[in-house]
């Protein structure tokens, strides 16, 4: 029903930043409300939230690892989701992968149903 393809991951320095992308397709989300979020997994960690948007792109959570770096925004018209990555650390190197459901926003990956493959963002030192 719905499928989502991230992009915009990368090599960086530290400091340096990064604009992800998630384009959405599939009926169900351009006709339904759909919220949005981010999360990333570094190797040998658990899979972590880092950031979520409403339909209406009116509330919007962050984890506080990225607070005041990273913003999170949507573009319905495009049904597409951005991740703004500013400030990047070496530690917000992982796998970040775009989620999406039928819900108001959350931080718990359980809530979403639709996952896209994820890209990889690297930040060197």
């Known amino acids: 029903q719905v499928q989502l393809e991230e992009s915009g991951g990368g090599l960086v320095q530290a400091g340096g930043s990064l604009r992800l992308s998630c384009a959405a397709s599939?009926?169900?989300?351009?006709?339904?409300?759909?919220?949005m979020g981010w999360f990333r997994q570094a190797p040998g960690k658990e899979r972590e939230f880092v950031a979520a948007?409403?339909?209406?792109?009116?509330?919007?959570y962050y984890a506080d690892s990225v607070k005041g770096r990273f913003t999170i925004s949507r573009d319905n018209a495009k049904n597409t989701v951005y991740l703004q990555m500013n400030s990047l650390k070496p530690e917000d190197t992982a796998v970040y992968s775009c989620?999406?459901?039928?819900?108001?926003?959350?931080?718990?990956?359980?809530?979403?149903?639709?996952w896209g493959q994820g890209t990889q963002v690297t930040v060197s030192s």
């Open positions: 989620a999406a459901d039928r819900s108001i926003p959350s931080t718990s990956e359980a809530v979403y149903g639709y």
């Open positions: 599939g009926r169900s989300f351009t006709s339904y409300s759909y919220t």
């Open positions: 948007i409403s339909w209406s792109g009116r509330t919007t």
